[in-house]
Nanobody, 113 residues
Framework: QVQLQESGPGLVKSSQTLSLICTVS??????????WTWIRQPPGKGLEWMGV???????YYSPSLKSRTSISRDTSKNQFTLQLSSVSPEDTAVYYC?????WGQGTQVTVSS
């Protein structure tokens, strides 16, 4: 069974870059037809899809976040990462890494003004 675990700082200052890592176990991020996604949920709001990296390295982003988002991967560590630049308090959320129905536990990120 695939397991995902997010890690990264819980507090980021405004204008800085948020960086999160998703470590995958129980399966390879390069396995055919697997898609590795970042999703976030701001307090009191719904889920927001941020972007995805495919098993073959292709990457796609939400149009609303594309200018500030970068998703990369380290196949040697079986990890994929999220970077969100120029953050503001509006980026405060629980951030999840996801594959299909498999979700990480989520990590709270707070952006201080």
């Amino acid at each position: 069974q695939v397991q995902l675990q997010e890690s990264g700082p819980g507090l980021v200052k405004s204008s800085q870059t948020l960086s999160l890592i998703c470590t995958v176990s129980g399966g390879s991020i390069t396995t055919n037809a697997n898609y590795w996604t970042w999703i976030r949920q701001p307090p009191g709001k719904g889920l927001e899809w941020m972007g995805v990296t495919h098993y073959n390295g292709n990457t796609y982003y939400s149009p609303s976040l594309k200018s500030r988002t970068s998703i990369s991967r380290d196949t040697s560590k079986n990890q994929f990462t999220l970077q969100l630049s120029s953050v503001s308090p509006e980026d405060t959320a629980v951030y999840y890494c996801v594959r299909d129905l498999d979700w990480g536990q989520g990590t709270q990120v707070t952006v201080s003004s």
